[in-house]
């Protein structure tokens, strides 16, 4: 049995998180484990109440559960940073999730914008370290408001950090079945501090693992081979601010943010499981997103809780909502409502 916190959180969270839970209820049926969930109503609606982010015992609460299964975060009434601060980056600090695991898949019959691509080329995985960097709010603001105005804001990257998020990189990497080769995505030319730390322990321990092969790109010229040549990609490590970036040009490569989905990871804590698109409030509540992103962040987390057969069931079942019956990973445009297509992933893991 495995204890889930779960967060729905704002705008389309909800929708998105209760078909995921219908799916892991039809999954863990199956195959006989059993999920359960304590609910958490942290997010906007709540904040607007009460002036509460996160109770002062959540992070020690959320703590003591198997995984946590987030909706989404952001709310069209509270000023941008406030619950992407206090909740969202809270947790992932707090919790010392220093991994983001982002995999960029074309499934098949989804479309991409990119020409002459399919899925045999578009199956990458995004490492982005999820603790440092410029997400670490070190820095200051000094004569705010006036003319001389100044503001820092400045990247943190410890030789721990580095070290641990390159790691799992080549672990990951190894675990793969893929073309076993690890980039890491840089910009040694200008941010030379920083990315010769990464650059430096990218190679290190790099040669305790002599299967895999080791690349280099600067984050520009990746995201121009990201739309060019996706085929090139196995694993990509990089920072915190990067992989926030190339993870969204992933997503869209991969048929958008219907589909993308993200563990936050701490290999030896608890994990946090998210679609990576936003709380889309304008379509909240309407029952037509596409709740498949938040079925694949279900099914990254029974992969990480070690139900491998149950994670695959569900990735398969998705598949084959990609190649039968959907039209479109757009909200609205989708051919089902958002509870027709989590019915639907339910029924083809029922028959399979
Ligand atoms: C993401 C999001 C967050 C981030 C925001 C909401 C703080 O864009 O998960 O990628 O920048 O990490
Ligand atoms: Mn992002």
């Known amino acids: 049995m495995y204890n889930v916190a779960v967060i729905p959180g704002d705008g389309t969270g909800p929708e998105q998180v209760r078909e995921g839970l219908k799916v892991l209820e039809v999954v863990s049926e199956k195959l006989k484990f059993k999920i359960e969930t304590v609910t958490y109503d942290f997010g906007g609606e709540r904040y607007l109440r009460t002036g509460e982010t996160l109770p002062e015992n959540a992070v020690k609460e959320l703590s003591e559960f198997d995984a946590i299964y987030l909706g989404a975060i952001g709310h069209p009434h509270v000023r941008p940073g406030i619950l992407e601060k206090d909740i969202l980056l809270k947790?992932?600090?707090?919790?010392?999730?220093?991994?983001?695991?982002?995999?960029?898949?074309?499934?098949?019959?989804?479309?991409?914008?990119?020409?002459?691509?399919?899925?045999e080329d578009i199956d990458f995985v995004v490492v982005r370290e999820n603790t440092e960097g410029l997400y670490a709010g070190a820095g200051g603001v000094l004569k705010k408001g006036t003319i001389d105005e100044v503001a820092v804001q400045e990247s943190i990257n410890t030789r721990k950090g580095v070290e641990r998020c390159i790691k799992y990189a080549y672990d990951y990497c190894k675990k793969r079945r893929n073309k076993k080769t690890l980039t890491l995505c840089g910009k040694t030319n200008v941010l030379t501090y920083a990315f010769d730390l990464?650059?430096?322990?990218?190679?290190?321990?790099?040669?305790?693992?002599?299967?895999?092969?080791?690349?280099?790109?600067?984050?520009?010229?990746?995201?121009?081979?990201?739309?060019?040549?996706?085929?090139?990609?196995d694993v990509i490590v990089t920072d915190n601010m990067f992989g926030d970036i190339i993870t969204d040009l992933g997503a869209i490569i991969q048929g958008g943010m219907g589909i993308a989905a993200g563990g936050n990871i701490n290999p030896e804590g608890v994990s946090m499981f998210e679609p990576i698109g936003g709380s889309a409030p304008k379509y909240g509540g309407k029952n037509i997103i596409n709740p498949l992103a938040a079925i694949c962040a279900a099914s990254m987390m029974l992969e990480i809780l070690g139900e491998s057969r149950a994670a695959h069931l569900m990735e398969q079942a998705v598949t084959k909502v990609c190649v039968n019956d959907i039209h479109s990973l757009s909200a609205g445009k989708m051919g089902y409502s958002t509870s027709e297509l989590g019915d639907l992933v339910a029924k083809y893991i029922q028959d399979s």
């Open 198 to 233: 990464w650059d430096r322990v990218f190679n290190e321990i790099g040669k305790e693992y002599p299967d895999i092969k080791r690349e280099y790109g600067h984050v520009d010229a990746i995201c121009m081979w990201m739309i060019k040549n996706p085929e090139w990609f």
């Open 91 to 119: 947790l992932r600090f707090e919790l010392d999730q220093y991994i983001n695991l982002r995999p960029v898949k074309l499934y098949p019959g989804v479309e991409t914008p990119l020409k002459d691509k399919g899925p």
